[in-house]
């Protein structure tokens, strides 16, 4: 189970932070990231973090002012979000897979249930 916390409103220019804690899994998730969806529009790869050799991917839209980052236990992973624009506003969804990078939201084998981020202009 992943369970996400940190959305809500923001104004432009803001900053938010976004928690996801994996629970009930005895295996390790090598690979945490996050998606984001808009109404109508398909779920897209914000951030993504893989262990093994410290991989991460970031969209372009928020290179240079999210940042992706993990806890010391490998379950818990962070959005750090600056420099918010409107055009972020979404339902941002945790995702993790065992091992392996992926950009791709069926790649991923569980899912939290949606935090809402609105920046407001």
């Known amino acids: 189970q992943l369970v996400e916390s940190g959305g809500g409103l923001v104004q432009a220019g803001g900053s938010l932070r976004l928690s996801c804690v994996a629970s009930?899994?005895?295996?390790?998730?090598?690979?945490m990231g996050w998606f984001r969806q808009v109404p109508g529009k398909q779920r897209e790869l914000v951030a993504t973090?893989?262990?093994?050799?410290?991989?991460?991917r970031y969209a372009e839209s928020v290179k240079g002012r999210f940042a992706i980052s993990r806890d010391s236990n490998r379950n818990t992973v962070y959005l750090q979000m600056n420099s918010l624009k409107p055009e972020d506003t979404a339902v941002y969804y945790c995702?993790?897979?065992?091992?392996?990078?992926?950009?791709?939201?069926?790649?991923?084998?569980?899912w939290g249930q949606g935090t809402q981020v609105t920046v407001s202009s």
């Open positions: 973090f893989f262990n093994g050799f410290g991989n991460i």
């Open positions: 995702a993790a897979r065992p091992s392996g990078i992926s950009i791709v939201d069926r790649d991923y084998d569980f």
């Open positions: 009930g899994a005895t295996f390790s998730l090598n690979t």
